[in-house]
């Protein structure tokens, strides 16, 4: 429910009240579910988006690795899992071009290598 609300938030314009919120269901997870939970890794793309909204790009562009590092730990080389992280990025603006992602090379979209 607390992620829905930080979204909410988010969609509204209000970024410091959708970060409070993410951070907190950030932590509850973590404590509840633990740091490598689907859950977990959400929540911290969540965040993510949230910051990078809000200009704070070193610190998305950390929380969506290690979302990512969740994910592959989870469900290494998923199609979904790609593309999936390729919209974060792009909605990030962080330059993927050329990286490779368990088998899916970033560019304009994720492709097999």
Known sequence: ???LLGTLLHDLGRGEEAEAVHRSTLEALRCTVGDESP????????LANTL?????YDEAERLLLQALAIR???APGSRWEAESFQRSWDYANFDLDG????GYRAGKCFMLS
């Not at 859950?39 to 969540?46: C, P, V, Y």
């Open 39 to 46: 859950l977990t890794s959400a929540s911290l793309q969540n």
């Open 1 to 3: 429910m607390h992620a």
């Open 52 to 56: 990078r909204a809000q200009g704070q």
């Open 99 to 102: 990286v490779e992602i368990d």
């Open 72 to 74: 592959r730990a989870l």
